[in-house]
């Protein structure tokens, strides 16, 4: 993705964070991660990394809202993240019986360590 794409995407996700503050929803600190960063979409000085960072913080604090009445699927849509930054397949896998207990994928090895530190947490 070319920077001037990711400051798109970036301030596209920008106004989905003005849409759920606005809201007046009981928020606690989604978003802290990505405002003590400092990096917003104006600021095209900032490396492409800077935005990198800022869009996946951003994106976390926003699935965290999303799913703020279902806790139970909060683990199956990091599962879904993770498979995605890996390069996976969208679609969950069946949920059929199978014959044998599936391997644990690990699509974190790709992953750079400001990623892995935010989904540990």
Do not use: W
Not at 10 to 24: G, I, M, P
């Amino acid at each position: 993705m070319h920077k001037d794409e990711l400051l798109q995407l970036h301030s596209l996700l920008c106004q989905v964070k003005r849409f759920y503050e606005d809201a007046n929803l009981p928020l606690n600190d989604e978003f802290g991660e990505y405002e003590s960063l400092n990096v917003s979409p104006q600021h095209i000085h900032k490396s492409k990394t800077d935005h990198k960072k800022a869009v996946f913080l951003l994106g976390k604090g926003l699935s965290e809202v999303v799913m703020m009445d279902n806790p139970e699927n909060r683990a199956r849509l990091r599962d879904r993240f993770l498979r995605l930054a890996a390069g996976g397949s969208v679609v969950d896998p069946p949920t059929e019986k199978k014959t044998a207990p599936a391997e644990p994928v690990a699509p974190t090895e790709h992953l750079p360590a400001f990623a892995l530190a935010a989904l540990r947490q």
